[in-house]
């Protein structure tokens, strides 16, 4: 199923930043709708679906006040990114929910996935999420927080990226019901579908050494400390690279954090460093791609030009595969001799999901 894209609005020309007041709540998600009005099997372009950004406002639940009836879930409309006008910018209350219309104990995961799908038909919209995609399977964990990874993604292909490692797909894999859909998306109920064999899991990581002995006083007199044994990370097969807090992005979809795990340094044809990189939100597990380019050194405005697209899991893992089997290749040095990996790099972006684009200057 096609579909045309529309870019996220990152910039509110009204406030001329990237905060939209009063559209926001105590927990709220960005989900990408379509019209269900649409004629979706004519193939005129104007008959093509748009995926349209919207904001899920989620109040809480629990009056602050006896005897007040709970707030009710708002759905606006993002305004569009290239908005000129100030009517193209107000966001307009489109759908309001009561909660007693996402049944008891809507709390979870699995209830907002089947509720929330049931709950747009009646404004005539339909959800393009992980949850809603022909690929996907829920997991057994019921009573995951909304938003959170309760399933995974089973599409791949062979396509022309390297083949990844089993365990670091199978890690990748994990995605929430209300993550973004990516361009593989197709219709489908994974609830009625059986869930396939979890995969297998990769043996443990060897045990630490045991610590060392403590060094005698002349020892520590020379400065001659034991070394410490490293510390194996939580997840060993994705590695982030950004750290526990630091280094990290807003995830386009839930309120989580993107973590970088993985860049490549190429040149563009314009001679500028141009950075490639997978990201992996914290939360909701959804998997981005970056392209970062640099052309401060040769314009001299400090101009950057940075895309995001939406990928899936298994690309997410090649694409990783790509860019680890280069040697320091997040280092700009030696970036002229990765010719071929930016090509590779280059024919995959264009054929991927792009949410979102900015051009900056910095003077």
């Given at each position: 199923?096609?579909?045309k894209?529309?870019?996220f609005?990152?910039?509110?020309?009204?406030?001329?930043?990237?905060?939209?007041?009063?559209?926001?709540?105590?927990?709220?998600?960005?989900?990408?709708?379509?019209?269900?009005?649409?004629?979706?099997n004519?193939?005129?372009e104007q008959s093509?679906?748009?995926?349209?950004?919207y904001?899920?406002?989620?109040?809480?639940?629990?009056?602050?006040?006896?005897?007040?009836?709970?707030?009710?879930?708002?759905?606006?409309?993002?305004?569009?990114?290239?908005?000129?006008t100030p009517?193209?910018?107000?966001?307009?209350?489109?759908?309001?929910?009561?909660?007693?219309?996402l049944e008891?104990?809507?709390?979870?995961?699995?209830?907002?996935?089947?509720?929330?799908?049931?709950?747009?038909?009646?404004?005539?919209?339909?959800?393009?999420?992980?949850?809603?995609?022909h690929f996907w399977?829920?997991?057994?964990?019921?009573?995951a927080?909304?938003?959170?990874?309760?399933?995974?993604?089973?599409w791949?292909?062979?396509?022309?990226?390297?083949?990844?490692?089993a365990?670091?797909?199978?890690?990748?894999?994990?995605q929430?019901?209300?993550?973004?859909?990516?361009?593989?998306?197709q219709?489908?109920?994974?609830?009625?579908?059986?869930?396939?064999?979890?995969?297998?899991?990769?043996?443990?990581?060897?045990?630490?050494p045991?610590?060392?002995?403590?060094?005698?006083?002349?020892?520590?007199?020379?400065?001659?400390?034991?070394?410490?044994?490293?510390?194996?990370?939580?997840?060993?097969?994705?590695?982030?690279?950004?750290?526990?807090?630091?280094?990290?992005?807003?995830?386009?979809?839930?309120?989580?954090?993107?973590?970088?795990l993985?860049?490549?340094?190429?040149?563009?044809?314009?001679?500028?460093?141009?950075?490639?990189?997978?990201?992996?939100c914290?939360?909701?597990?959804?998997?981005?791609?970056?392209?970062?380019?640099?052309?401060?050194?040769?314009?001299?405005?400090?101009?950057?030009d940075?895309?995001?697209y939406?990928?899936?899991?298994?690309?997410?893992?090649?694409?990783?595969t790509?860019?680890?089997g280069?040697?320091?290749?997040?280092h700009?040095q030696?970036r002229?001799?990765?010719?071929?990996?930016?090509?590779?790099l280059?024919?995959?972006?264009q054929?991927?999901?792009?949410?979102?684009?900015?051009?900056?200057?910095?003077?």
């Open positions: 199923m096609q579909f894209t529309e870019l609005p990152r910039f509110n020309i009204t406030s001329m930043s990237g905060v939209y007041a009063g559209v926001r709540a105590d927990l709220y998600y960005r989900l990408r709708l379509w019209r269900m009005d649409q004629n979706t004519a193939s005129s093509t679906p748009t995926l349209r950004w904001q899920l406002n989620i109040p809480d639940t629990v009056p602050t006040v006896p005897d007040t009836p709970e707030p009710a879930w708002q759905l606006r409309r993002y305004a569009p990114a290239d908005a000129t009517a193209d910018v107000e966001e307009d209350i489109l759908l309001t929910l009561p909660p007693q219309a008891p104990g809507h709390e979870s995961d699995a209830d907002m996935r089947s509720a929330l799908p049931r709950a747009l038909a009646t404004a005539g919209l339909a959800l393009h999420a992980c949850g809603t995609c399977r829920a997991t057994g964990d019921s009573s927080p909304i938003g959170s990874h309760s399933g995974r993604c089973t791949h292909t062979v396509g022309n990226l390297p083949e990844a490692p365990q670091l797909a199978a890690d990748l894999a994990a929430s019901g209300l993550a973004l859909g990516c361009i593989h998306w219709p489908g109920d994974p609830e009625a579908a059986p869930a396939p064999d979890s995969p297998q899991q990769a043996e443990p990581p060897p045990a630490a045991p610590p060392a002995a403590k060094p005698g006083f002349w020892a520590r007199l020379r400065g001659k400390r034991p070394a410490s044994p490293a510390k194996p990370g939580p997840d060993l097969a994705v590695g982030e690279r950004s750290g526990i807090s630091a280094g990290t992005e807003p995830c386009f979809a839930c309120p989580g954090r993107l973590a970088n993985g860049a490549l340094v190429v040149e563009s044809e314009q001679g500028d460093p141009l950075t490639y990189s997978v990201w992996r914290r939360n909701c597990h959804a998997t981005y791609l970056n392209r970062w380019a640099d052309r401060w050194v040769r314009t001299e405005t400090l101009e950057t940075e895309s995001h939406r990928i899936a899991p298994w690309e997410a893992a090649q694409t990783l790509l860019i680890r280069a040697r320091a290749g997040d700009p030696g002229t001799q990765r010719g071929e990996l930016g090509a590779h280059a024919a995959f972006a054929s991927a999901d792009l949410i979102s684009r900015q051009i900056k200057q910095g003077r």
